[in-house]
Each structure stands twice: as C-alpha cells, then as structure tokens.
C-alpha cells in the first residue's frame, strides 16, 4: 500500500520557520522524483518545490527561492521542505507528491501519489 505521510505544520510567528517531512512507503522512493505543493483557502494548489529523482536537482518556485529549501534522504524514504522568513501568506496546507514509473517485466506504467497534507498557519 502506497502512503505519504506529511508532518511538521503547525503555528508559527511571521519570520519564523518550520522542516516539514514526508515519510513514503509502498514504492521505491528513490527512483521518484518528489514534489511539494502548497493550497491556500480559496486558491487553486501550487507547486513549491521539486527535486530529481537520480541526481538530486532542485527546483522552486520564484516566490520561494532563497527562502523554502527542499531535500531529500533516500535511505529513510523521506523527503523535506524547510521553510524559513514565513510570511503570512505561505500559510496553506501543505502536499507531497511523488512521480515516478513502475516496471513489472516489460510493461511500465506512470505513477503519481499524494499525501494528506500538512497545514501551516503563519500568524503573530
């Protein structure tokens, strides 16, 4: 059974920071390129954050360059998205997300999963 499971939201001060994780199991994470989106009240979900799958590239989005950095640690099958200088408007609730292909003999197929999310409030 495929799961992601996010944890590390919560409360925090404007300025502040939170390390969300997400911990996979069910797949092989480290053949999966791993993605953070993000989903404000109101808005449709954004992408945050990416990072490869075999050579660890990374990429943000623009609003969170230099700010959010996203890692990941394929022996614990467990990626993360730190977050730092928190404005009031990154609160939402935050989403992992993993691509990848399984293969089974000569046949593969795409995969996408997602987590629950977590939520991250961002008020004084």
């Known amino acids: 059974q495929v799961q992601l499971v996010e944890s590390g939201g919560g409360l925090v001060q404007p300025g502040g920071s939170l390390r969300l994780s997400c911990l996979a199991s069910?797949?092989?994470?480290?053949?999966?390129?791993m993605n953070w989106y993000r989903q404000a009240p109101g808005k449709e979900r954004e992408l945050v954050a990416s990072?490869?799958?075999?050579?660890?590239?990374?990429s943000y989005a623009d609003s969170m360059k230099g700010r959010f950095t996203i890692s990941r640690d394929n022996a614990k099958d467990t990626v993360f998205l730190q977050l730092n200088s928190l404005k009031p408007e990154d609160a939402a609730v935050y989403y992992c997300n993993a691509v990848g292909t399984d293969c089974s003999g000569v046949a593969c197929f795409p995969r996408v999963y997602w987590g629950q999310g977590t939520q991250v409030t961002v008020s004084s």
């Open positions: 990072i490869g799958s075999t050579d660890g590239s990374t």
């Open positions: 069910g797949f092989t994470f480290s053949r999966y390129a």
